[in-house]
Protein backbone atom coordinates (compact mmCIF):
# COMPACT_ATOMS: atom_id res chain seq x y z
CA UNK A 1 0.00 0.00 0.00
CA UNK A 2 1.47 3.43 -0.58
CA UNK A 3 -0.08 6.81 0.08
CA UNK A 4 -0.05 10.59 -0.46
CA UNK A 5 -1.15 13.78 1.30
CA UNK A 6 -1.98 17.14 1.06
CA UNK A 7 -3.79 19.28 3.16
CA UNK A 8 -7.31 18.13 3.18
CA UNK A 9 -6.73 15.53 0.49
CA UNK A 10 -5.99 11.59 1.89
CA UNK A 11 -4.93 9.32 -0.85
CA UNK A 12 -4.50 5.57 -0.51
CA UNK A 13 -3.79 3.25 -3.29
CA UNK A 14 -4.32 -0.38 -2.72
CA UNK A 15 -2.99 -2.99 -4.78
CA UNK A 16 -4.85 -5.62 -6.28
CA UNK A 17 -5.89 -9.04 -4.90
CA UNK A 18 -4.17 -11.54 -7.61
CA UNK A 19 -5.90 -14.64 -8.46
CA UNK A 20 -4.68 -17.22 -10.40
CA UNK A 21 -5.75 -17.07 -14.66
CA UNK A 22 -5.90 -20.73 -15.99
CA UNK A 23 -6.27 -19.13 -20.15
CA UNK A 24 -2.88 -17.43 -19.35
CA UNK A 25 -0.15 -19.49 -21.39
CA UNK A 26 2.69 -16.31 -20.04
CA UNK A 27 2.95 -17.55 -16.27
CA UNK A 28 5.88 -19.64 -15.33
CA UNK A 29 6.43 -21.85 -12.38
CA UNK A 30 9.69 -22.03 -10.91
CA UNK A 31 11.35 -25.41 -8.89
CA UNK A 32 14.69 -25.25 -7.02
CA UNK A 33 16.53 -24.22 -4.13
CA UNK A 34 16.41 -20.06 -2.66
CA UNK A 35 17.80 -18.73 0.35
CA UNK A 36 14.59 -18.96 2.16
CA UNK A 37 11.17 -19.28 2.27
CA UNK A 38 8.24 -22.12 3.12
CA UNK A 39 9.72 -25.92 1.44
CA UNK A 40 7.57 -27.52 -0.65
CA UNK A 41 4.35 -24.82 -0.83
CA UNK A 42 3.75 -22.95 -4.24
CA UNK A 43 4.05 -18.84 -3.44
CA UNK A 44 3.20 -17.00 -6.21
CA UNK A 45 5.11 -13.62 -7.29
CA UNK A 46 4.24 -10.73 -9.64
CA UNK A 47 7.78 -9.00 -9.51
CA UNK A 48 11.50 -9.36 -8.63
CA UNK A 49 10.41 -7.47 -5.38
CA UNK A 50 7.96 -9.86 -4.44
CA UNK A 51 10.65 -13.00 -5.24
CA UNK A 52 13.26 -11.39 -2.95
CA UNK A 53 10.31 -10.54 -0.05
CA UNK A 54 9.24 -14.28 -0.19
CA UNK A 55 12.40 -15.87 -1.03
CA UNK A 56 15.16 -13.89 -0.02
CA UNK A 57 17.96 -12.15 -1.76
CA UNK A 58 20.28 -14.07 -4.28
CA UNK A 59 23.15 -15.73 -1.71
CA UNK A 60 24.80 -17.12 -4.79
CA UNK A 61 24.27 -20.78 -3.49
CA UNK A 62 21.81 -21.23 -6.06
CA UNK A 63 20.52 -21.13 -9.48
CA UNK A 64 16.78 -20.45 -9.06
CA UNK A 65 17.46 -16.88 -7.83
CA UNK A 66 19.08 -15.54 -10.98
CA UNK A 67 16.81 -17.34 -13.10
CA UNK A 68 13.79 -15.86 -11.40
CA UNK A 69 15.41 -12.46 -12.06
CA UNK A 70 16.17 -13.25 -15.56
CA UNK A 71 12.05 -14.00 -15.89
CA UNK A 72 11.17 -10.27 -14.89
CA UNK A 73 13.77 -8.49 -16.54
CA UNK A 74 13.06 -10.13 -19.74
CA UNK A 75 8.86 -8.57 -18.84
CA UNK A 76 7.45 -11.99 -17.52
CA UNK A 77 4.43 -10.66 -15.30
CA UNK A 78 3.55 -13.96 -12.81
CA UNK A 79 5.21 -16.93 -11.63
CA UNK A 80 4.42 -19.52 -9.01
CA UNK A 81 8.18 -20.60 -6.55
CA UNK A 82 8.43 -24.30 -4.93
CA UNK A 83 11.01 -24.16 -3.08
CA UNK A 84 13.29 -27.37 -3.21
CA UNK A 85 15.19 -28.56 -0.40
CA UNK A 86 16.69 -31.23 1.23
CA UNK A 87 16.36 -32.01 5.68
CA UNK A 88 16.15 -28.40 7.14
CA UNK A 89 15.57 -26.89 10.27
CA UNK A 90 15.08 -23.13 11.28
CA UNK A 91 17.35 -21.45 13.68
CA UNK A 92 16.13 -20.16 17.21
CA UNK A 93 16.12 -18.77 20.20
CA UNK A 94 14.70 -19.32 23.74
CA UNK A 95 12.70 -16.03 24.40
CA UNK A 96 10.88 -16.96 27.95
CA UNK A 97 9.97 -20.43 29.57
CA UNK A 98 7.24 -20.85 27.82
CA UNK A 99 8.05 -18.64 24.20
CA UNK A 100 10.62 -18.83 21.31
CA UNK A 101 11.47 -16.88 18.85
CA UNK A 102 12.60 -19.21 15.56
CA UNK A 103 13.27 -18.17 11.79
CA UNK A 104 9.99 -17.98 9.39
CA UNK A 105 11.61 -20.86 7.37
CA UNK A 106 14.09 -23.57 7.39
CA UNK A 107 17.70 -22.84 7.00
CA UNK A 108 21.35 -21.91 7.90
CA UNK A 109 20.45 -18.05 6.12
CA UNK A 110 18.94 -16.88 9.71
CA UNK A 111 21.76 -18.30 11.71
CA UNK A 112 23.49 -15.45 13.67
CA UNK A 113 20.48 -13.03 13.29
CA UNK A 114 19.91 -11.26 16.11
CA UNK A 115 16.38 -10.16 18.15
CA UNK A 116 16.24 -7.21 20.51
CA UNK A 117 13.02 -7.11 22.64
CA UNK A 118 12.12 -4.05 24.60
CA UNK A 119 9.26 -4.38 26.94
CA UNK A 120 7.75 -1.35 28.69
CA UNK A 121 5.21 -1.32 31.16
CA UNK A 122 3.58 2.10 30.48
CA UNK A 123 4.50 5.24 29.19
CA UNK A 124 3.09 9.02 28.29
CA UNK A 125 1.41 6.85 24.83
CA UNK A 126 -0.33 4.24 26.60
CA UNK A 127 -0.54 1.53 28.00
CA UNK A 128 2.32 -1.51 28.22
CA UNK A 129 3.95 -2.22 24.62
CA UNK A 130 6.62 -4.74 23.00
CA UNK A 131 9.02 -3.57 20.38
CA UNK A 132 10.79 -5.85 18.58
CA UNK A 133 13.60 -5.40 16.14
CA UNK A 134 15.11 -8.27 13.97
CA UNK A 135 18.73 -8.49 12.14
CA UNK A 136 19.61 -10.86 10.20
CA UNK A 137 22.50 -10.72 7.85
CA UNK A 138 21.58 -9.89 4.65
CA UNK A 139 18.35 -9.10 5.13
CA UNK A 140 16.99 -5.71 5.62
CA UNK A 141 15.90 -4.81 9.01
CA UNK A 142 12.91 -5.31 10.19
CA UNK A 143 10.87 -3.05 13.56
CA UNK A 144 7.79 -4.03 15.48
CA UNK A 145 6.73 -1.48 17.60
CA UNK A 146 4.10 -0.43 20.10
CA UNK A 147 2.65 -4.21 20.60
CA UNK A 148 0.75 -5.03 23.37
CA UNK A 149 1.76 -8.03 25.29
CA UNK A 150 -0.83 -10.99 24.03
CA UNK A 151 -0.27 -9.76 20.64
CA UNK A 152 3.10 -10.13 19.84
CA UNK A 153 2.86 -13.74 18.69
CA UNK A 154 -0.02 -12.64 16.15
CA UNK A 155 1.43 -9.51 14.89
CA UNK A 156 4.84 -11.63 13.83
CA UNK A 157 3.40 -13.51 11.50
CA UNK A 158 3.30 -10.34 9.09
CA UNK A 159 7.44 -10.83 9.48
CA UNK A 160 9.21 -12.16 6.64
CA UNK A 161 12.17 -13.13 9.26
CA UNK A 162 10.93 -14.62 12.44
CA UNK A 163 7.89 -16.03 14.64
CA UNK A 164 7.29 -16.50 17.66
CA UNK A 165 6.38 -19.86 19.03
CA UNK A 166 4.31 -20.97 21.95
CA UNK A 167 6.02 -23.78 23.76
CA UNK A 168 2.88 -25.29 25.42
CA UNK A 169 -0.82 -25.15 24.49
CA UNK A 170 -1.81 -24.61 27.80
CA UNK A 171 0.95 -21.57 28.60
CA UNK A 172 0.12 -18.14 28.97
CA UNK A 173 -1.41 -16.20 25.94
CA UNK A 174 1.58 -13.49 26.60
CA UNK A 175 4.88 -13.58 26.76
CA UNK A 176 5.50 -11.09 29.20
CA UNK A 177 4.92 -12.31 32.86
CA UNK A 178 2.60 -11.13 35.10
CA UNK A 179 4.09 -9.12 37.49
CA UNK A 180 6.71 -7.74 35.31
CA UNK A 181 8.96 -4.88 35.99
CA UNK A 182 8.89 -1.28 34.62
CA UNK A 183 10.60 -2.18 31.56
CA UNK A 184 12.56 -5.64 30.70
CA UNK A 185 15.13 -6.29 27.52
CA UNK A 186 15.98 -9.41 25.89
CA UNK A 187 19.10 -9.81 22.96
CA UNK A 188 18.57 -12.96 21.32
CA UNK A 189 20.68 -14.64 18.91
CA UNK A 190 19.19 -17.39 16.52
CA UNK A 191 21.32 -20.57 16.08
CA UNK A 192 21.03 -23.89 15.07
CA UNK A 193 19.92 -23.60 11.44
CA UNK A 194 20.56 -26.24 8.90
CA UNK A 195 20.48 -26.78 5.10
CA UNK A 196 20.95 -30.05 3.09
CA UNK A 197 20.83 -30.42 -0.86
CA UNK A 198 17.53 -31.65 -2.16
CA UNK A 199 17.15 -35.19 -2.99
CA UNK A 200 15.29 -37.27 -5.99
CA UNK A 201 12.28 -37.58 -3.34
CA UNK A 202 12.41 -33.97 -2.89
CA UNK A 203 11.70 -32.63 -6.07
CA UNK A 204 9.42 -35.43 -6.86
CA UNK A 205 7.05 -33.51 -4.75
CA UNK A 206 7.56 -30.23 -5.67
CA UNK A 207 6.79 -31.58 -9.45
CA UNK A 208 3.47 -33.29 -7.87
CA UNK A 209 2.84 -30.28 -6.44
CA UNK A 210 3.13 -27.98 -9.38
CA UNK A 211 1.03 -30.36 -11.61
CA UNK A 212 -1.91 -29.27 -9.17
CA UNK A 213 -1.49 -25.35 -9.90
CA UNK A 214 -4.19 -24.96 -12.80
CA UNK A 215 -2.31 -21.28 -13.84
CA UNK A 216 1.91 -21.96 -14.84
CA UNK A 217 1.77 -22.82 -18.43
CA UNK A 218 5.52 -22.91 -18.36
CA UNK A 219 7.99 -25.13 -15.79
CA UNK A 220 11.72 -24.16 -15.09
CA UNK A 221 14.06 -26.09 -13.04
CA UNK A 222 17.38 -24.29 -13.16
CA UNK A 223 18.96 -25.47 -9.92
CA UNK A 224 18.08 -29.33 -11.23
CA UNK A 225 21.17 -30.51 -12.64
CA UNK A 226 23.28 -29.14 -10.16
CA UNK A 227 21.44 -31.08 -7.39
CA UNK A 228 20.45 -34.62 -9.16
CA UNK A 229 23.42 -36.56 -11.58
CA UNK A 230 23.79 -39.31 -13.63
CA UNK A 231 20.38 -41.40 -13.11
CA UNK A 232 18.31 -39.68 -10.75
CA UNK A 233 18.69 -36.95 -12.98
CA UNK A 234 17.38 -38.89 -15.88
CA UNK A 235 14.75 -40.59 -14.25
CA UNK A 236 13.50 -37.60 -12.44
CA UNK A 237 12.90 -35.59 -15.64
CA UNK A 238 10.80 -38.36 -17.23
CA UNK A 239 8.87 -38.37 -13.97
CA UNK A 240 8.29 -35.00 -14.51
CA UNK A 241 7.54 -35.50 -18.29
CA UNK A 242 5.05 -38.49 -17.15
CA UNK A 243 3.89 -35.87 -14.64
CA UNK A 244 3.07 -32.77 -17.32
CA UNK A 245 2.93 -34.14 -20.74
CA UNK A 246 -0.61 -35.60 -19.28
CA UNK A 247 -2.21 -32.40 -18.75
CA UNK A 248 -2.10 -30.80 -22.09
CA UNK A 249 -0.91 -27.16 -20.52
CA UNK A 250 2.37 -26.64 -19.80
CA UNK A 251 5.68 -27.06 -21.21
CA UNK A 252 8.98 -28.36 -19.25
CA UNK A 253 11.83 -25.70 -20.65
CA UNK A 254 14.97 -28.01 -19.36
CA UNK A 255 18.62 -26.88 -18.98
CA UNK A 256 21.60 -29.31 -19.58
CA UNK A 257 23.53 -30.42 -16.33
CA UNK A 258 26.39 -28.23 -15.74
CA UNK A 259 28.57 -31.68 -15.65
CA UNK A 260 27.72 -31.64 -19.63
CA UNK A 261 29.98 -29.79 -21.06
CA UNK A 262 31.44 -30.56 -24.38
CA UNK A 263 29.24 -30.91 -27.65
CA UNK A 264 29.35 -34.54 -27.83
CA UNK A 265 28.23 -34.96 -24.04
CA UNK A 266 25.46 -32.74 -24.98
CA UNK A 267 24.46 -34.34 -28.11
CA UNK A 268 24.67 -37.58 -26.15
CA UNK A 269 22.79 -36.82 -22.96
CA UNK A 270 20.22 -35.12 -25.81
CA UNK A 271 19.79 -38.27 -27.25
CA UNK A 272 19.88 -40.63 -24.32
CA UNK A 273 16.92 -38.51 -22.50
CA UNK A 274 14.70 -38.71 -25.64
CA UNK A 275 15.77 -42.36 -26.37
CA UNK A 276 13.87 -42.82 -22.74
CA UNK A 277 10.62 -41.48 -23.36
CA UNK A 278 8.16 -41.73 -26.09
CA UNK A 279 7.08 -39.03 -28.85
CA UNK A 280 4.15 -37.55 -26.27
CA UNK A 281 6.23 -37.18 -23.33
CA UNK A 282 8.98 -35.58 -25.30
CA UNK A 283 6.63 -33.37 -26.72
CA UNK A 284 6.28 -31.61 -23.49
CA UNK A 285 9.72 -30.46 -22.72
CA UNK A 286 12.21 -27.63 -25.10
CA UNK A 287 16.23 -28.13 -24.18
CA UNK A 288 17.21 -24.44 -24.17
CA UNK A 289 21.54 -24.59 -24.14
CA UNK A 290 23.84 -23.25 -23.61
CA UNK A 291 23.89 -21.37 -19.78
CA UNK A 292 24.14 -17.60 -19.93
CA UNK A 293 26.21 -14.98 -18.15
CA UNK A 294 24.06 -12.56 -16.27
CA UNK A 295 24.55 -9.35 -13.56
CA UNK A 296 24.95 -10.49 -10.19
CA UNK A 297 26.80 -8.10 -7.12
CA UNK A 298 29.88 -10.11 -7.26
CA UNK A 299 30.52 -9.45 -10.81
CA UNK A 300 29.09 -12.12 -13.33
CA UNK A 301 27.57 -15.14 -12.90
CA UNK A 302 26.82 -18.83 -15.27
CA UNK A 303 22.78 -18.84 -15.03
CA UNK A 304 21.59 -21.80 -16.81
CA UNK A 305 18.88 -20.29 -19.39
CA UNK A 306 15.56 -21.38 -18.33
CA UNK A 307 14.39 -18.61 -16.68
CA UNK A 308 15.29 -16.01 -19.06
CA UNK A 309 13.87 -18.02 -22.33
CA UNK A 310 10.47 -18.12 -19.75
CA UNK A 311 10.73 -14.76 -19.85
CA UNK A 312 11.31 -14.30 -23.24
CA UNK A 313 8.25 -16.25 -23.69
CA UNK A 314 6.05 -14.38 -21.62
CA UNK A 315 7.26 -11.09 -22.90
CA UNK A 316 6.33 -12.85 -26.70
CA UNK A 317 3.27 -14.07 -25.43
CA UNK A 318 1.51 -10.72 -24.77
CA UNK A 319 2.87 -9.31 -28.17
CA UNK A 320 2.48 -12.16 -30.51
CA UNK A 321 0.54 -14.65 -28.79
CA UNK A 322 1.01 -18.19 -27.80
CA UNK A 323 0.29 -20.04 -31.75
CA UNK A 324 3.94 -17.91 -32.28
CA UNK A 325 7.14 -19.26 -32.36
CA UNK A 326 9.01 -17.88 -28.70
CA UNK A 327 12.57 -17.53 -31.50
CA UNK A 328 14.38 -15.03 -33.03
CA UNK A 329 13.71 -13.00 -29.87
CA UNK A 330 16.78 -10.90 -28.02
CA UNK A 331 17.28 -12.04 -24.39
CA UNK A 332 17.36 -9.34 -21.81
CA UNK A 333 19.53 -9.19 -18.10
CA UNK A 334 22.29 -11.45 -19.80
CA UNK A 335 25.31 -9.89 -21.49
CA UNK A 336 26.59 -13.36 -23.00
CA UNK A 337 26.66 -16.69 -23.63
CA UNK A 338 28.71 -19.57 -21.55
CA UNK A 339 30.51 -21.14 -24.28
CA UNK A 340 30.03 -19.97 -28.40
CA UNK A 341 29.77 -22.64 -30.16
CA UNK A 342 31.33 -23.15 -34.25
CA UNK A 343 28.98 -22.66 -36.90
CA UNK A 344 29.64 -26.81 -37.42
CA UNK A 345 29.14 -27.79 -33.50
CA UNK A 346 25.89 -25.46 -33.66
CA UNK A 347 24.41 -27.44 -36.63
CA UNK A 348 25.33 -30.85 -34.10
CA UNK A 349 23.43 -29.20 -31.09
CA UNK A 350 20.71 -28.10 -33.32
CA UNK A 351 20.02 -31.78 -34.85
CA UNK A 352 20.44 -33.44 -31.25
CA UNK A 353 16.90 -31.39 -30.40
CA UNK A 354 18.74 -28.43 -28.22
CA UNK A 355 17.46 -24.88 -28.64
CA UNK A 356 19.95 -22.49 -28.76
CA UNK A 357 20.81 -19.44 -27.48
CA UNK A 358 23.33 -17.58 -30.14
CA UNK A 359 25.03 -14.40 -29.75
CA UNK A 360 24.70 -12.51 -32.71
CA UNK A 361 26.03 -9.32 -33.36
CA UNK A 362 24.58 -6.09 -33.27
CA UNK A 363 21.38 -7.84 -31.97
CA UNK A 364 22.50 -9.64 -28.80
CA UNK A 365 21.57 -12.77 -27.04
CA UNK A 366 18.78 -14.38 -29.57
CA UNK A 367 16.91 -17.58 -28.54
CA UNK A 368 17.47 -19.72 -31.88
CA UNK A 369 15.11 -22.68 -32.49
CA UNK A 370 11.59 -23.40 -31.31
CA UNK A 371 10.86 -27.30 -31.03
CA UNK A 372 10.86 -29.69 -28.43
CA UNK A 373 12.61 -33.37 -28.15
CA UNK A 374 10.02 -35.08 -30.05
CA UNK A 375 10.70 -36.97 -33.29
CA UNK A 376 6.65 -36.88 -34.33
CA UNK A 377 5.94 -34.04 -36.73
CA UNK A 378 2.81 -32.87 -35.63
CA UNK A 379 4.44 -32.62 -31.85
CA UNK A 380 7.99 -31.17 -32.82
CA UNK A 381 6.94 -27.31 -32.63
CA UNK A 382 6.79 -25.55 -29.33
CA UNK A 383 4.48 -23.12 -31.45
CA UNK A 384 1.83 -25.79 -32.09
CA UNK A 385 2.04 -27.05 -28.07
CA UNK A 386 1.28 -23.93 -26.84
CA UNK A 387 -1.28 -23.31 -29.42
CA UNK A 388 -2.80 -27.00 -27.85
CA UNK A 389 -1.81 -25.51 -24.32
CA UNK A 390 -4.15 -22.85 -24.83
CA UNK A 391 -7.10 -24.62 -26.24
CA UNK A 392 -6.90 -27.13 -24.01
CA UNK A 393 -6.91 -24.65 -21.50
CA UNK A 394 -10.25 -22.61 -22.94
CA UNK A 395 -12.09 -26.37 -23.87
CA UNK A 396 -11.75 -26.70 -19.79
CA UNK A 397 -13.07 -24.04 -18.93
CA UNK A 398 -16.00 -23.72 -21.71
CA UNK A 399 -16.36 -27.55 -20.96
CA UNK A 400 -16.37 -28.23 -16.85
CA UNK A 401 -19.85 -26.60 -16.35
CA UNK A 402 -21.38 -29.21 -18.44
CA UNK A 403 -20.00 -32.22 -15.94
CA UNK A 404 -22.97 -32.69 -14.18
CA UNK A 405 -25.72 -32.16 -17.08
CA UNK A 406 -27.34 -34.94 -17.85
CA UNK A 407 -26.52 -36.80 -20.90
CA UNK A 408 -29.14 -35.68 -23.90
CA UNK A 409 -29.02 -34.21 -27.60
CA UNK A 410 -29.03 -30.78 -25.57
CA UNK A 411 -26.45 -30.92 -23.59
CA UNK A 412 -23.78 -32.55 -27.04
CA UNK A 413 -25.26 -29.46 -28.59
CA UNK A 414 -24.39 -26.90 -25.53
CA UNK A 415 -20.72 -28.28 -25.56
CA UNK A 416 -20.35 -27.93 -29.32
CA UNK A 417 -21.39 -24.62 -28.40
CA UNK A 418 -18.99 -24.00 -26.25
CA UNK A 419 -15.92 -25.32 -28.01
CA UNK A 420 -16.53 -24.04 -31.07
CA UNK A 421 -16.73 -20.15 -29.50
CA UNK A 422 -13.22 -20.67 -28.26
CA UNK A 423 -11.96 -22.14 -31.43
CA UNK A 424 -13.90 -19.47 -33.33
CA UNK A 425 -11.92 -16.77 -31.10
CA UNK A 426 -8.44 -18.17 -31.85
CA UNK A 427 -9.74 -18.78 -35.86
CA UNK A 428 -9.93 -14.64 -35.62
CA UNK A 429 -6.83 -13.80 -34.11
CA UNK A 430 -4.66 -15.67 -36.66
CA UNK A 431 -3.67 -18.88 -35.01
CA UNK A 432 -5.63 -21.40 -37.03
CA UNK A 433 -5.32 -22.08 -40.54
CA UNK A 434 -7.48 -21.49 -43.41
CA UNK A 435 -9.67 -18.54 -44.90
CA UNK A 436 -12.81 -19.86 -43.28
CA UNK A 437 -13.44 -21.37 -40.03
CA UNK A 438 -14.63 -25.06 -41.64
CA UNK A 439 -11.39 -25.30 -42.57
CA UNK A 440 -9.69 -23.88 -39.33
CA UNK A 441 -11.38 -26.98 -37.29
CA UNK A 442 -14.12 -29.24 -36.72
CA UNK A 443 -16.06 -30.23 -33.61
CA UNK A 444 -18.07 -33.73 -33.44
CA UNK A 445 -19.81 -35.01 -30.60
CA UNK A 446 -23.10 -36.53 -32.59
CA UNK A 447 -24.70 -39.86 -32.44
CA UNK A 448 -21.36 -40.68 -34.30
CA UNK A 449 -19.70 -41.10 -32.05
CA UNK A 450 -22.07 -40.91 -29.28
CA UNK A 451 -23.67 -44.08 -30.00
CA UNK A 452 -27.33 -45.39 -27.41
CA UNK A 453 -25.67 -48.32 -26.45
CA UNK A 454 -22.67 -45.75 -24.76
CA UNK A 455 -22.34 -45.27 -21.37
CA UNK A 456 -25.00 -42.73 -20.36
CA UNK A 457 -22.99 -41.29 -18.20
CA UNK A 458 -20.06 -40.35 -20.87
CA UNK A 459 -20.56 -37.99 -23.66
CA UNK A 460 -17.38 -37.96 -25.79
CA UNK A 461 -16.17 -34.89 -28.19
CA UNK A 462 -13.88 -35.27 -31.56
CA UNK A 463 -12.12 -31.65 -31.98
CA UNK A 464 -9.79 -31.22 -34.71
CA UNK A 465 -7.56 -27.95 -35.14
CA UNK A 466 -5.26 -26.97 -37.91
CA UNK A 467 -2.41 -24.83 -36.85
CA UNK A 468 -1.86 -21.15 -39.12
CA UNK A 469 1.44 -22.93 -40.22
CA UNK A 470 0.87 -25.87 -42.62
CA UNK A 471 0.64 -29.63 -40.70
CA UNK A 472 -1.50 -31.88 -39.97
CA UNK A 473 -4.46 -31.52 -37.48
CA UNK A 474 -4.10 -31.51 -33.92
CA UNK A 475 -6.46 -34.11 -32.72
CA UNK A 476 -8.01 -33.97 -29.25
CA UNK A 477 -10.99 -36.10 -28.02
CA UNK A 478 -13.32 -34.97 -24.91
CA UNK A 479 -14.76 -37.29 -22.54
CA UNK A 480 -17.33 -36.22 -20.48
CA UNK A 481 -18.26 -38.14 -17.64
CA UNK A 482 -20.37 -37.26 -14.28
CA UNK A 483 -17.98 -39.76 -12.59
CA UNK A 484 -14.37 -38.51 -13.95
CA UNK A 485 -14.78 -34.87 -14.78
CA UNK A 486 -13.58 -33.39 -17.94
CA UNK A 487 -10.55 -35.50 -19.70
CA UNK A 488 -8.71 -34.24 -22.46
CA UNK A 489 -7.19 -36.75 -24.95
CA UNK A 490 -4.51 -35.81 -27.76
CA UNK A 491 -5.44 -38.34 -30.57
Given at each position: MTSAALPGVSLTFERAAAGDEPLRTDVAVFLGRTRRGPVGVPVRVESWNDVVGAFGPPDGTSATPYALRGFFENQGRAAWVLRVSGPAAPAGAQWTDDFRVVAASPGAWANGGRVAVRYS???????????????????????????????????????????????????????????????????????????????????????AAQADLPEPALVALPDLGADLTGTDHTDLVLELLRVVAPLLDRLVLLDVPPDVSTVDEVAEWTRALAGLGDEV????????????????????????????????????????????????????????????????????????????????????????????????????????????HLLVRAIRRAAAPLVFEVNSAELRLALVRAITSVLLEAFRTGALAGSRPEDAFRVVCDESNNPPEQDPGQVVCEVEVAPAVPMEFIALRLVLGQDRGLEVIEQ
Open positions: ASSVAGPPAVTVRVLVPGEPPETFAGMAPGEVAGRLTASRLIRVVPLRPDGPASPIPAGAPLSLAWDLTLTGGTDSPPRRNDYADAVLLAAVAVYHPPLRAPSPDGLRTVPASGHVAGLVARLDAERGAAHTPANATLLDAVDIEVEYPEAQQVRLFDAGVDLVRCLRGRGLVVWGGRTLSPDPRRVYVAHRRLL
